[in-house]
């Protein structure tokens, strides 16, 4: 039998041991889990925040472009359907278009289908840095998870889709 490489000691480690020593009769080993999913979302963040920085943009200025890029052409797209297709609250999507349209690279403009409603546009400008920004983004992101073995990679995805798929929609 194969044996193991221990896993290197870490902060999260350190805090279930002093927690175990300190609370023996509750069981800490979710901690193990969690406390690493918090470290590593938080370095995550701050890894992927330098490309965007590079051009100018916010994480969610960027998820904002990316959805109006993915609605094809004519890359545009509703206030709902942007809030529906980003992590961001109508409030917090007002925002960042107001942001993203000072910087030239969104308009709002009446909508063809619905001469009531408004649309959001990606200009010409706004087309060529999300491709630009989009390709940087996943050069990063293959940097970041070339971390791990693509076996590693494939049962990380797998959990992670199931666990996401049980816990409560934030809808």
Partial sequence: MAEKTPEPDDRVA???REWAR?????DVSPQGIIGRLHRISARLT???AVVFRDYGISAGEFDVLAALRR??????????E???RTMITSGGLTKRVDRLED???VQRRPSELDGRGRVVALTEQGRALIDDAFTRHMQNEHRLIELLDEADR????RVLTRWLARLPDDD
Avoid: H
Avoid at 22 to 26: A, L, M, N, Q, Y
């Fill in 14 to 16: 350190s805090i279930q």
């Fill in 103 to 105: 910087a030239g690279l």
């Fill in 82 to 84: 942007l809030a529906e």
């Fill in 22 to 26: 300190e609370r023996p009769d509750v």
């Fill in 154 to 157: 494939r049962t990380l995805e």
């Fill in 46 to 48: 701050d890894e992927l």
């Fill in 71 to 80: 609605a094809g052409d004519p890359f545009e797209r509703t206030p709902t």
